[in-house]
């Protein structure tokens, strides 16, 4: 009997919101499922998604995603009116979203959307992120992290070089 490689393959990324995690601290993230028309899943399959100035709000019980811009292909179908940037609905379970809503009706947290993957080569799953927006002071702290970061990396570059 012959074995499958075992190993399990990275999610492909269709998307990332990289201004998240810039601007908002996240504590704890969680994956949902997206309800889609045919016409964004091509879209999607081409590389047309921005998820720059996108978040999620609960409405109803339900979990929305709202900024979400899917460009139509010319090529999709002509017969569907195509409108790029309509709510998309997340496919959570109930403990999530009673979860969620707790969170940010009590204690004034922001759930956004980090980033867009395929789960298994043919679903669209959405990684979104629980969280609360940074200060200015903050963001200044972790540009000077980074910045720092690199000079590091540089100088031991430069030292293993000479020696």
Known sequence: MVKKNSKKAAPATIARNKRATFEYRFE???EAGISLMGWEVKSIRMGKVNLSDCYVFLKNG???????TIIPLNTASTHVVCDPIRL???LLSRKEL??????VERQGYSIIPISMYWRKGAWVKVEIGLGKGKKDHDK???TKAREWEVE???VMKKEKTRG
């Open 28 to 30: 704890e993230k969680m």
């Open 62 to 68: 339900e979990a929305f995603m709202h900024g979400c």
């Open 88 to 90: 998309k609905k997340l």
């Open 98 to 103: 009673d979860k969620l809503a707790g969170l």
């Open 140 to 142: 200044r702290e972790d």
């Open 152 to 154: 590091k990396a540089r």
